[in-house]
């Protein structure tokens, strides 16, 4: 026992020693290669995500490529080289996102929440900055001596700088005020030369468009009379701010009235008096959004309405849709029945038609004056399908049995196929009924294979956003609720316009993730319970 | 999702940087680093989103831009209605275009959200109508520069009806002159309801949504309560009855029984007229209802700078300079069919008839109001006025109450 251990283990050792994770071999060449390719790639694109100051971003890559290169070249981890790009895929585009969820649910990101607070700033001090009434504009020259830059006009009266007279081109930087300088040239009341200066011309000015946009020349040594800027490099205004930052003290400070705002804990600059100013960024507000989703008397009330109709309307849209599947399967698995194969390829129509495409179809023909069902196969009755709300949700599950019969019949169909033909020959022998053998035998057989997809099926249903949202839009609308929340909206419909994803509302972001992360609770314990239950199928095998 | 958009934009970006054998190095990723002599402009690029109807125009812009400046633009062709949510959703990301194609109802929205920057335009304003730059001012600050002006008319068919109708019951009996027993005026309504089509009967009620202060911005006070908006919801309510109006009818069939031929009036825009190609058509103001003047929303669609741009002397420089021109204003006019923002080009579009009736019923009307409040206005409305006109709603006034305090309640 011993001696074979060891012989295994030397076997294994001198393996280890010429393993391909560092064997110069022709594969590792070309293992090199890629890898070379990837680290490339990789590499540039830390350099970009530093460059965008996206620190998280440069951190997730910096990890993916080191573990990259760790799993591939280090022979105690190469096996890990079967399922890394799928681990590093599924970290990327499933478990980053369900944290960004979980993240946003703590946030009140949303409208007047929509930007971070650095850029809230920004936004506030552009707005602020207004054109001084009254003054007109300018043709200005950027100028530029050594790496200083500076506006150079022409001054229309007294007004554009000290001591001018309309006509005298007044120059000034940005620590430097306007004032008057000789020996310029002016052309088409542009300043086109100016001594000591360079002139810039536009593609110059755009090469430094950063310096240019931020400079501000003041009108003279008193802040209050403003300062000029060029918004477009051939054009120059007098602006004048009215908010100030005060980095020191977290501060926006109104140089008009003197008010004072402070940033409160909702993410938007307050004055004593409750005033705010208009922009706002995204803060942590904990639980709030889960609470309100429950405790808001205008949510919840529709949202156990809601919920509700979701179970139903999943369950149900699985049961009628597997039981048809099921009938017509064991109808067209029928050995005696001419033309079979036609019959079943006409059954999988449904299926090859886009989910959204014939729920847009079905809205349009179950319009109640104009639609095909009421126009054509019932005469003109003028029955409000879509906006009845026990036919609406009969329509939804109409509709959706149109849809997914087809995808039941399939499973069915194979599952039907692969049963064990000894079976049930015995139990024909043993003189069981046909409905005996489906019974006893078909039926637990299938539900073996199919339970597991009944299960998805329902998870899908679950969270059937496409067929909803193009047949009915929720609607109609619960006459009583005061969220345009209507009666065949299922969760995931409720959190789409509730949020304001659809446009219609003020969007919040915050209570979508949460009520997201709600419904994904909800499914998710559904589900495992189902799935340990359907172990218990397997049994009878 | 927005982590893997941004993903796939690095790799982008990584793969642009090997091609293009730029290292990159001062912390500016949107200018290419330039050299001292070289023609500085070349490295620039500006971005910006524009939908399919004005990609022509904008695009020759952009040429001649680029022709005269060495600064290249480059266009992104985007759905009209996501440019809106998309920019307030990328701009923070840093993804954001320079420059978009806006609406002036949206800006409001955009201010709160941090995502829009101001420009100035100094004398320019005075090349635009008054009315589509007051409609980009927010605050004494103009957002935007606007290009077309839109508005919803009374699109008449001359061969069925003559003459203009001046009330809703002289354009029933026109309509009943001319054969028609359905739907005297076409209205486009749907289950969700169309406030904004339906504006204009609101208002000839003395029903504004919002009220408005002596300068003609707009309060977050809602205007539409008390016995006004009472005699609006009753109106809907009988003329739903009677059947001259109906949930049923949605845009693509108010449009279709238009074009029939055997319909006399639509309210709609200037959106629809390519649809209506072989039909003799005037515009008129939309017939009066309620007894007051109606009057429309008037919409102004514009170029708007955003907040995040790296490119600001740029793009400034673009919208100011180019875009704000005779030519392109004229160009995008005969692209989208709405008049003209820009002067000289509204009078010359107004050598059509067509358009001057359109110009002309949009002096009569209003403009959207651009606070964000309006957001929250819409749903509620919309599903309100359906629920009334389908009869659902069996007492309009009480409905009508309902719909204000739900209004009310989410502004807050």
């Given at each position: 026992m011993a001696t074979t251990t060891k012989t295994v283990g030397t076997k294994q050792a001198k393996r280890e020693r010429t393993s391909?994770?560092?064997?110069?071999?022709?594969?590792?060449?070309?293992?090199?290669?890629?890898?070379?390719?990837?680290?490339?790639?990789?590499?540039?694109?830390?350099?970009?995500?530093?460059?965008?100051?996206?620190?998280?971003?440069?951190?997730?890559?910096?990890?993916?490529l080191v573990a990259a290169n760790y799993i591939y070249f280090a022979r105690r981890t190469l096996p890990l080289k079967y399922i890394y790009p799928g681990l590093a895929f599924l970290l990327v585009f499933q478990l980053f996102v369900i944290g960004y969820t979980f993240y946003v649910a703590f946030t009140n990101f949303g409208d007047g929440h929509n930007v971070t607070k650095p850029q809230a700033i920004e936004a506030l001090l552009q707005q602020a900055e207004r054109q001084v009434p009254g003054t007109n504009a300018y043709p200005v020259a950027v100028v530029e001596k050594g790496d200083e830059l500076g506006l150079a006009v022409v001054a229309q009266d007294g007004s554009t700088c000290a001591g001018a007279v309309a006509g005298d081109v007044c120059l000034g930087t940005a620590e430097d005020p306007l004032s008057v300088v000789d020996g310029a040239t002016v052309a088409n009341g542009r300043p086109t030369d100016v001594p000591g200066w360079q002139v810039l011309n536009l593609q110059q000015i755009i090469?430094?468009?950063?310096?240019?946009?931020?400079?501000?020349?003041?009108?003279?040594?008193?802040?209050?009379?403003?300062?000029?800027?060029?918004?477009?490099?051939?054009?120059?205004?007098?602006?004048?701010?009215?908010?100030?930052?005060?980095?020191?003290?977290?501060?926006?400070?109104?140089?008009?009235?003197?008010?004072?705002?402070?940033?409160?804990?909702?993410?938007?600059?307050?004055?004593?008096?409750?005033?705010?100013?208009?922009?706002?960024?995204?803060?942590?507000?904990?639980?709030?959004?889960?609470?309100?989703?429950?405790?808001?008397?205008?949510?919840?009330?529709?949202?156990?309405?809601?919920l509700a109709w979701t179970v139903s309307f999943a369950f149900l849209s699985?049961?009628?849709?597997?039981?048809?599947?099921?009938?017509?399967?064991?109808?067209?698995?029928?050995?005696?029945?001419?033309?079979?194969?036609?019959?079943?390829?006409?059954?999988?129509?449904?299926?090859?038609?886009?989910?959204?495409?014939?729920?847009?179809?079905?809205?349009?023909?179950?319009?109640?004056?104009?639609?095909?069902?009421?126009?054509?196969?019932?005469?003109?009755?003028?029955?409000?399908?879509?906006?009845?709300?026990?036919?609406?949700?009969?329509?939804?599950?109409?509709?959706?049995?149109?849809?997914?019969?087809?995808?039941?019949?399939?499973?069915?169909?194979?599952?039907?196929?692969?049963?064990?033909?000894?079976?049930?020959?015995?139990?024909?022998?043993?003189?069981?009924?046909?409905?005996?053998?489906?019974?006893?035998?078909?039926?637990?057989?299938?539900?073996?294979?199919?339970?597991?997809?009944?299960?998805?099926?329902?998870?899908?249903?679950f969270n059937n956003f496409t067929l909803i949202y193009m047949l009915t839009r929720g609607g109609p609308r619960f006459a009583d609720a005061s969220v345009p929340i209507g009666h065949t909206d299922i969760l995931i419909s409720m959190v789409y316009s509730v949020s304001g994803l659809d446009g219609t509302a003020a969007k919040n972001y915050g209570l979508a993730s949460a009520l997201s992360i709600v419904v994904f609770i909800v499914v998710g314990t559904v589900s495992a319970i189902a799935f340990r239950q359907t172990r218990k199928l397997e049994e009878v095998m | 999702m927005r982590r893997s958009i941004r993903l796939s934009i690095v790799t982008a970006a990584a793969a642009s940087l090997v091609l293009t054998g730029c290292g990159g190095g001062d912390g500016d990723d949107t200018a290419a680093t330039p050299t001292e002599d070289a023609a500085a402009g070349d490295g620039t690029t500006i971005t910006m989103w524009v939908d399919e109807t004005r990609l022509g125009p904008v695009q020759?812009?952009?040429?001649?831009?680029?022709?005269?400046?060495?600064?290249?633009?480059?266009?992104?062709?985007?759905?009209?209605?996501?440019?809106?949510p998309d920019f307030v959703a990328q701009v923070p990301t840093g993804e954001g275009p320079d420059i978009t194609v806006c609406t002036h109802d949206g800006i409001g929205g955009w201010i709160?959200?941090?995502?829009?920057?101001?420009?100035?335009?100094?004398?320019?304003?005075?090349?635009?109508?008054?009315?589509?730059?007051?409609?980009?001012t927010h605050d004494g600050q103009v957002f935007g520069l606007p290009y077309a002006i839109e508005n919803v008319g009374l699109i008449r068919n001359v061969d069925l009806a003559p003459e203009a109708p001046a009330t809703w019951d002289d354009a029933?009996?026109?309509?009943?002159?001319?054969?028609?027993?359905?739907?005297?005026?076409?209205?486009?309504?749907?289950?969700g309801g169309d406030p904004f089509t339906y504006y204009p009967i609101q208002t000839s009620f003395g029903a504004p949504v919002f009220e408005q202060n002596a300068d003609g911005s707009y309060t977050d006070t809602l205007g539409m309560g008390?016995?006004?908006?009472?005699?609006?919801?009753?109106?809907?309510?009988?003329?739903?009855?009677?059947?001259?109006?109906?949930?049923?009818?949605?845009?693509?069939?108010?449009?279709?029984?238009?074009?029939?031929?055997?319909?006399?009036?639509?309210?709609?825009?200037?959106?629809?007229?390519?649809?209506?190609?072989?039909?003799?058509?005037?515009?008129?103001?939309?017939?009066?209802?309620?007894?007051?003047?109606?009057?429309?929303?008037?919409?102004?669609?514009?170029?708007?700078?955003?907040?995040?741009?790296?490119?600001?002397?740029?793009?400034?420089?673009?919208?100011?300079?180019?875009?704000?021109?005779?030519?392109?204003?004229?160009?995008?006019?005969?692209?989208?069919?709405?008049?003209?923002?820009?002067?000289?080009?509204?009078?010359?579009?107004?050598?059509?008839?067509?358009?001057?009736?359109?110009?002309?019923?949009?002096?009569?009307?209003?403009?959207?109001?651009?606070?964000?409040?309006?957001?929250?206005?819409?749903?509620?409305?919309?599903?309100?006025?359906?629920?009334?006109?389908?009869?659902?709603?069996?007492?309009?006034?009480?409905?009508?109450?309902?719909?204000?305090?739900?209004?009310?309640?989410?502004?807050?």
């Open positions: 391909h994770a560092t064997n110069w071999g022709r594969g590792f060449i070309v293992k090199l290669i890629l890898m070379m390719a990837i680290d490339a790639l990789g590499v540039y694109g830390l350099l970009a995500t530093w460059q965008t100051d996206q620190m998280g971003l440069f951190a997730g890559l910096a990890v993916l090469s430094r468009q950063d310096d240019v946009a931020d400079l501000r020349v003041p009108v003279s040594d008193d802040p209050e009379d403003g300062s000029i800027r060029t918004p477009d490099g051939t054009n120059a205004f007098e602006f004048k701010s009215t908010l100030e930052f005060d980095e020191a003290t977290d501060t926006m400070v109104d140089t008009a009235t003197g008010t004072v705002f402070h940033p409160n804990d909702r993410g938007q600059f307050e004055a004593e008096d409750g005033t705010r100013l208009p922009v706002g960024w995204r803060v942590s507000v904990g639980w709030e959004n889960f609470s309100t989703a429950f405790t808001d008397a205008r949510y919840a009330g529709p949202f156990w309405r809601v699985v049961a009628t849709t597997f039981l048809l599947g099921l009938f017509l399967a064991t109808v067209f698995n029928e050995p005696r029945l001419k033309g079979r194969k036609i019959y079943r390829t006409l059954m999988i129509f449904p299926y090859a038609i886009p989910g959204f495409l014939a729920a847009l179809i079905w809205s349009g023909m179950l319009n109640r004056s104009f639609g095909f069902i009421n126009q054509v196969l019932l005469g003109g009755a003028a029955i409000p399908w879509l906006t009845d709300p026990w036919l609406a949700r009969l329509s939804v599950l109409g509709v959706n049995l149109w849809l997914g019969f087809p995808y039941m019949f399939l499973i069915c169909t194979g599952a039907l196929q692969s049963l064990p033909d000894d079976v049930l020959e015995a139990s024909r022998v043993d003189g069981a009924s046909a409905w005996r053998q489906f019974r006893s035998i078909k039926m637990p057989l299938l539900l073996v294979s199919t339970a597991p997809l009944l299960i998805s099926s329902f998870a899908f249903n | 020759e812009a952009a040429d001649g831009f680029t022709a005269e400046t060495g600064i290249k633009v480059e266009l992104i062709q985007k759905n009209f209605e996501d440019l809106g709160q959200n941090g995502v829009v920057a101001p420009l100035a335009l100094g004398d320019l304003t005075d090349q635009f109508e008054d009315v589509a730059i007051q409609a980009f029933v009996a026109a309509a009943a002159a001319a054969g028609v027993t359905d739907f005297p005026v076409l209205v486009q309504t749907g289950t008390g016995d006004n908006g009472h005699a609006f919801a009753q109106w809907l309510h009988d003329k739903g009855a009677a059947g001259q109006l109906s949930t049923d009818l949605t845009y693509d069939l108010a449009v279709e029984k238009f074009a029939s031929g055997e319909y006399p009036f639509i309210i709609g825009g200037p959106w629809m007229l390519d649809s209506f190609k072989d039909l003799n058509l005037s515009i008129d103001a939309i017939p009066s209802a309620g007894g007051q003047p109606a009057q429309p929303f008037v919409g102004v669609q514009g170029f708007c700078l955003s907040s995040q741009s790296q490119n600001t002397v740029a793009a400034t420089n673009f919208i100011t300079n180019y875009l704000s021109t005779e030519a392109v204003q004229t160009a995008l006019f005969k692209a989208g069919n709405r008049p003209p923002a820009q002067r000289d080009a509204a009078a010359a579009a107004a050598s059509d008839p067509i358009v001057a009736q359109w110009a002309a019923v949009g002096a009569n009307g209003v403009p959207m109001p651009a606070i964000p409040a309006m957001a929250q206005v819409w749903t509620f409305w919309g599903d309100t006025q359906a629920a009334i006109i389908s009869g659902t709603a069996a007492d309009p006034a009480a409905a009508w109450d309902k719909m204000i305090a739900d209004i009310q309640a989410a502004i807050g």
